[in-house]
């Protein structure tokens, strides 16, 4: 059975069934994109080479195959009826948890939303350093990795502008899951919705039981959908935010909430 494992720049997440290791950012040189599958007429992965690929759909390695979605060329390889939100609120709304993703329009139960796409990294590199995983990005930003747990390849997860690397977690209460599949012949960490979502429906995905350690504090995220800035809510939302920063407390609004789903 293939696992999904998320890693994230300077640690990864123990609650995943991954290398219970921290990430050492490392820049490497780029090995350049001598990968000659292509979906959509773009390297799928860049900073891989064939040898990757051949390995990671080996007969060891049996994933379900997917047509190539229409957006699989895009630039954030995701449903373009996803976009980032700069600001996911945390239930209590005194924090953020940084950007999330949302939804613009309703989207069905068990749609592709989107597929982990990014540079492979071969086992050499992921099991160098003691095993700790290795950043082997030339682009020095925060990156997000996820791998294949039998193949031992990570993929890094380049930072496009959006994508469903920025999708923020919730223990319970999600309405999307990781999925291994084939797209083309290749192996990708696709985002599956368990859940009939609605517009304006922050996606929300479990990182697994042991991501959130001690220098991190996991806070159950809104389910809130986003407001526009005209929306009559919003400034009444900031308001409060204001005041909660301020010591105040506040609970969450029934009228943010999205609605149950059937
Ligand atoms: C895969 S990234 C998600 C995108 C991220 N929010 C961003 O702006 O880049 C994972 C990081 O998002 C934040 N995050 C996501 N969900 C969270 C949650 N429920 N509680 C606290 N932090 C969360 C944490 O900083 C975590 O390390």
Redesign the pocket.
């Known amino acids: 059975m293939v696992r999904s494992k998320?890693l994230?720049l300077l640690r990864l997440p123990s609650r995943l069934p991954i290398h219970p290791a921290r990430l050492k950012p490392r820049r490497t040189p780029s090995r350049g994109p001598s990968c000659t599958s292509t979906l959509g007429g773009r390297m799928f992965y860049p900073g891989s080479d064939l040898q990757d690929v051949k390995r990671l759909i080996s007969d060891e390695i049996s994933l379900q195959a997917i047509p190539a979605p229409a957006w699989i060329s895009s630039e954030t390889r995701c449903d373009p009826r996803l976009t980032q939100e700069p600001d996911?609120p945390?239930l209590n709304r005194t924090q953020s948890?940084?950007?999330?993703m949302i939804a613009t329009e309703d989207i069905s139960a068990g749609t592709c939303l989107g597929i982990y796409f990014g540079k492979l990294i071969p086992d050499a590199e992921t099991a160098s350093n003691n095993g700790q995983m290795v950043f082997v990005s030339h682009i020095p930003l925060?990156l997000?990795s996820m791998s294949f747990a039998d193949s031992q390849v990570a993929v890094d997860a380049m930072s496009a502008a959006a994508g469903v690397?920025?999708?923020?977690?919730?223990p319970d209460d999600v309405n999307c899951e990781f999925v291994d599949v084939l797209v083309d012949g290749l192996p990708v960490i696709s985002v599956r919705a368990t859940a009939n979502i609605v517009r304006g429906e922050f996606l929300r995905i479990d990182?697994g039981e042991t991501y959130?350690e001690a220098d991190?504090?996991?806070?159950?995220?809104a389910r809130f959908k986003s407001l526009a800035i005209d929306d009559p809510h919003y400034l009444a939302r900031k308001v409060e935010q204001f005041k909660n920063t301020a010591g105040q407390a506040a609970a969450p609004q029934a009228e943010d909430q999205v609605q149950p789903r059937p």
């Open positions: 998320i994230l996911h945390a948890v940084g950007r999330g925060p997000h690397h920025l999708i923020n977690h919730s990182y959130f991190e504090e996991e806070h159950p995220v």
